[in-house]
């Protein structure tokens, strides 16, 4: 177990998880790793997610597969976003309102 000095305030915005996700990189010698390597991490705890959303449900799952909680996998899987979003400089605060804007111009009415 590392001695971080790393400390996430209780009730964060958006940017302090971002910047609190750049420290931890730093910190765990992970800034070396590229976009690509990044999403590809995402994209396995993706997975990860939709084992522990079985197990939660109570679905069929592989009695040989390691599964964790889906709280930790929602975790790690905004961990990764955080990390990509440093990687290609995007505020994800901003980035969120900004989407919103057009979201809420769009019509969500299904039809069938």
């Known amino acids: ?11 964060p915005d958006l940017r302090a ?9 730093i ?20 997975g990860e997610l939709f084992k522990a959303v079985r197990k939660q449900q109570k679905m069929r799952i592989d009695a040989k597969s390691k599964v964790t909680e889906v709280e930790e996998e929602l975790a790690d899987i905004l961990i990764y976003i955080c990390a990509i979003a440093n990687r290609l400089n995007v505020n994800l605060e901003q980035a969120l309102r900004d989407k919103e804007e057009i979201n809420k111009k769009r019509n969500w009415h299904m039809t069938a």
């Open 1 to 11: 177990m590392s001695d971080s000095l790393l400390k996430l305030n209780s009730n």
């Open 17 to 25: 998880i971002q910047e609190y996700v750049n420290q931890l990189e």
């Open 27 to 46: 910190e765990r010698g992970f800034t070396g790793n590229s976009i690509q390597q990044e999403c590809l991490l995402l994209g396995e705890e993706v």
